[in-house]
């Protein structure tokens, strides 16, 4: 089969590179549709305009991939869309096992994408295609209804054979062929294309007849195939080259004899003929009408309801078009994200330097008083010449004077000079704030080239649920929010890993059976919601389950049996506390270890995957009612609005969007609360936390010469102090001073130096030095293990006292 | 039959456009021209085996330059570049002889493919 179609637009191999990553990309989108598709056809497994939709999606990745000489690919797809063709006319219906086989094609096609990506070579792909020749074939039985399609389809010409035998009598060379001509998909005015074709055709052949008839095809609104029967002596290559004209994407010229007619016209006929009626979106053929009743449904059903079905989709596919994207290496994106965030570090550079001269420069400032000092010496020598009378030995003193007169001058025209440079100044504060506003704008337009909606990223789970849920036995409904939520394009790609661990974790242990659901009064199919919202500068992801919960009970066994904490220690811990304890490397509460969800090697690393992204992970769970992991991303890796501030001599920044308020404390209003330090802000208790409880900071502090107990001496009776918030949590910081709000370029320490628990990453500030950012969940974390630590110590002298 | 083509059209982008396109695909682009009248003129002195006709165009439009084109030359090879609201005229195209059409605006790959296409067969 894979003879028949010659793609003569073929690629040579060295141009082909270059449109690679194109069809990688483009294809990976498609087969996320297709997917997408698929599903929904499980559910409703005739529904037209779905199975219309994977047709196209699985013709035009055959195109595609028949351009690129990917044989292997093409071939494949070629089988999977004669499949697609039945399905859509009818003759067969989507079941379990087919579904199966084309999934797992899917998967092929994908994994053949990515090989693509990683410059592997393809594979063949023996036993799909085997197996969808087996159903071609085996499918193939209805072949009398086959028959009677032909002949219905061809009532212009009753028996093909006649005709010819006419022709020959006339002469020797006239032959009868037939041009099957296939249309790209939304070409434009196909109508007229159709026209074209045929008046170009008429100059070169007698045309016997037409599929669809003419006067139909003045009326299409799409066209797919047109098939024209010729009586010619000219030969393929010529009619080929009337008739290949733009937007026709394959030509199949058939040579129409009287010995092969019977069987080898029928074969591709039948399915031809059929293909026809569906794809016209337009009055149903007269002829259509009386078909035998076995065709009827198939080649009526579509007419009416598809069109008013496909209606709505077209429109939105054409307004998803009209916008013009253009595909760039995101190497290239992170490059300019890069020079971007230079551009930041520099302009910061530049105001610091600006603000530095703004002392020289200013109007009370060093030049006002050299003018003052000018100006007085002035005066003075003028007083001086005025009543000194001129004797004879002060001749020398008027020399003197003059010699003082003549520098007086040139300090004028120097200050002349300065104030020149003060204007210049002036200028140039003003070109610095145009620049900030330019560099600015240069790094939002930046961070928006590199957003792209989550939609897809979701949509992949769609297929990601039902695997797993069938393998499970779990009927999962799977909802979907805010897929337009855009994130940046690398985040992305790296989330993919950890949501599927974390849909995996939340359908096989979160999920409860059906027999269990039933029993707790809830819905025998399980909801996971999957939801990404804008928050300031930040995107949330939540993986919602209404399973049953983090049971605690159950950690607390594991813990206990692992040795990760003692008796006494979860003694003190909240319900919340414990179920913290997930993120635990090596953790696993899973009865059964099954494939699904792995072997407890999964929290912990999601958790890293997620750190690694600038992000944070958090999870909530209400026993019996279900678990919501939320995770936080900055809507960018690398700039990252802060508020900077200073704790003892080091610089410290904080992301803005984990900063409430700031409040100013008096030290006696700082209490106490179950042997924490706390204040209370608007009848809120927040715990107070030195950042001694996050860091290990003595050692550095000794280091610069500086002894704790002097810096409180030196505190006044106020400190200010910023409440740092997380989704579920908060803390107050005291600080030492604050330093306001700047865009900070930040740089991962994990690349650089190492990872420190605590700190996001380090920036270079305007003036040079640098800026530790603070990773503000796991600094609110570190402080309550160590004041949990602290606690426990205490309790424990109080015991051994008593 | 030759691999020289030219390009017919008003606007200076459009000419940019397909040029480089033609280009890639081994055509050598020996004009280009921005109105009817000067498409006639040119294709006299240069004969091209390839025009690509705008249709809106100054000076005597793109149907009225491939009609007298096709008067002066029955062999001459004109595909229509024009705007999908163009359909009578196209029509009117297709009777004069035009030897394709492609809707403004179009695919690199649907031009390349023409211009690979009309390359073989020359």
Redesign the interface.
């Known amino acids: 089969m894979s003879d028949e179609f010659d793609f ?2 073929g690629m040579p191999s060295d141009e082909m590179a270059q449109y690679l990553q194109m069809f990688v990309d483009e294809t990976s989108e498609q087969l996320d549709a297709l997917v997408d598709v698929l599903l929904v056809l499980e559910t409703n497994p005739s529904s037209h305009s779905d199975l219309n939709e994977s047709f196209r999606l699985i013709h035009s990745i055959k195109g595609a991939a028949a351009m690129m000489g990917l044989d292997s690919i093409t071939l494949l797809t070629h089988h999977l869309e004669n499949y697609f063709e039945r399905l859509r006319s009818g003759i067969q219906h989507l079941d379990r096992p087919m579904m199966q086989l084309i999934l797992k094609c899917v998967d092929f096609l994908r994994e053949s994408t990515e090989k693509l990506r990683d410059g592997e070579p393809l594979r063949s792909s023996p036993d799909l295609l085997d197996e969808l020749m087996n159903r071609e074939n085996s499918q193939e039985v209805p072949a009398a209804a086959e028959n009677t399609l032909d002949i219905q389809g061809s009532t212009e010409i009753a028996k093909p054979s006649e005709p010819i035998a006419v022709a020959e009598s006339l002469s020797e060379q006239l032959v009868e062929k037939r041009l099957i001509i296939y249309f ?1 998909r939304n070409i ?2 196909p109508e ?2 159709a ?2 074709i045929l ?2 055709v008429r100059e070169l052949a007698e045309i016997t007849r037409l599929s669809p008839a003419m006067q139909d095809l003045a009326s299409v609104v799409e066209l797919r195939t047109l098939q024209i029967w010729v009586r010619t002596i000219r030969s393929d290559a010529e009619l080929r ?2 008739a ?4 026709v994407e394959l030509l199949e010229i058939d040579a129409i004899d009287s010995e092969s007619s019977g069987l080898h016209a029928t074969e591709v006929h039948a399915t031809d003929a059929v293909d026809v009626a569906p794809t016209l979106v337009a009055p149903v053929l007269p002829s259509e009408v009386s078909m035998p009743p076995v065709a009827v449904p198939p080649e009526t059903r579509p007419t009416e309801p598809v069109a008013s079905v496909e209606a709505p989709t077209h429109t939105t596919e054409g307004q998803i078009k009209v916008v013009e994207t253009v595909r760039v290496d995101i190497q290239r994106l992170d490059k300019l994200m890069n020079l971007a965030g230079e551009l930041v570090v520099n302009r910061a550079r530049f105001v610091q330097i600006a603000h530095q001269m703004s002392e020289t420069f200013k109007k009370s400032g060093l030049l006002g008083s050299l003018r003052d000092l000018s100006d007085q010496l002035q005066e003075s020598l003028l007083e001086d010449s005025k009543t000194a009378a001129i004797t004879h030995d002060q001749v020398v003193k008027q020399e003197r004077r003059l010699e003082l007169q003549m520098g007086i001058n040139t300090l004028q025209e120097q200050l002349q000079v300065l104030e020149l440079g003060r204007r210049s100044f002036l200028q140039l504060n003003e070109a610095i704030d145009q620049f900030s506003r330019v560099s600015d704008g240069l790094q939002r337009g930046v961070l928006d080239t590199r957003m792209v909606p989550v939609g897809p990223l979701f949509n992949r789970f769609k297929r990601t649920v039902r695997d797993i849920s069938g393998e499970l036995n779990k009927s999962v409904n799977l909802v979907i929010h805010g897929e337009k939520t855009e994130l940046d394009k690398r985040m992305i790609d790296e989330l993919g890993d950890p949501l599927v661990h974390l849909v995996r974790n939340a359908i096989d242990h979160g999920l409860e059976s059906e027999v269990v659901r039933k029993s707790r009064g809830k819905p025998e199919a399980g909801t996971l919601t999957l939801e990404a919202v804008h928050s300031g500068n930040n995107v949330l992801i939540y993986i919602r389950d209404d399973g049953g919960g983090i049971n605690v009970d159950k950690i607390k066994k594991r813990v206990l049996e692992r040795g990760i904490a003692t008796p006494s220690e979860l003694e003190n811990m909240t319900d919340h506390e414990i179920s913290q304890f997930i993120w635990s490397p090596g953790f696993s509460t899973a009865e059964v270890v099954s494939d699904i969800s792995g072997r407890g090697v999964g929290m912990d690393i999601v958790k890293t995957r997620i750190r690694e992204l600038s992000g944070t992970i958090e999870v909530h769970s209400v026993f019996g009612q279900g678990t919501t992991f939320v995770i936080r991303l900055p809507l960018t890796l690398a700039i990252i609005r802060s508020l900077l501030f200073q704790l003892n001599e080091g610089m410290f920044a904080a992301p803005i969007e984990n900063v409430r308020e700031i409040v100013s404390v008096k030290n006696r209003d700082i209490i106490s609360v179950h042997g924490r330090n706390s204040i209370e802000v608007r009848g809120e208790f927040i715990p107070l936390i030195d950042i001694e409880d996050v860091f290990d900071w003595h050692k550095t502090r000794y280091a610069y010469g500086v002894n704790p107990s002097d810096v409180a001496a030196n505190e006044t009776d106020h400190s200010s102090v910023i409440i740092l918030s997380t989704i579920n949590k908060k803390m107050g910081l005291s600080v030492s001073a604050l330093r306001g709000c700047e865009n900070l370029v930040v740089k991962s320490l994990d690349e650089n130096f190492t990872h420190i628990q605590g700190l996001a990453g380090a920036s270079i500030l305007g003036d040079g030095s640098v800026c530790l950012l603070l990773d503000i969940v796991s600094c609110i974390d570190l402080a309550h293990e160590r004041l949990r630590d602290r606690h426990r110590v205490n309790r424990k002298r109080i015991e051994s006292v008593s | 039959m030759n691999n020289r083509v030219l390009i017919v059209d008003d606007a200076m982008i459009m000419r940019l456009r397909i040029r480089e396109i033609a280009e890639q695909s081994g055509w050598e682009v020996v004009g280009e021209a921005a109105t009817g009248q000067q498409a006639i003129e040119m294709y006299t002195s240069l004969k091209p085996g390839l025009v690509t006709m705008d249709i809106v165009m100054p000076n005597l439009d793109g149907v009225e330059a491939l009609r007298a084109i096709r008067t002066l030359d029955t062999k001459a090879r004109i ?1 229509m570049v024009s705007a ?1 609201n163009q ?1 009578e005229k ?2 009117e195209c ?2 004069l002889g ?6 403004k605006p179009f695919d690199k790959a ?2 390349q ?2 211009f ?2 009309q390359g ?2 020359t």
């Open positions: 003569s637009s790209d434009e005015l007229l294309k026209e074209l008046t170009r080259a009337v290949e004209v733009v937007g | 595909c999908l359909k196209l029509a297709i009777q035009a030897i394709d059409f492609i809707v649907r031009l493919t023409f690979e296409r073989r067969q």
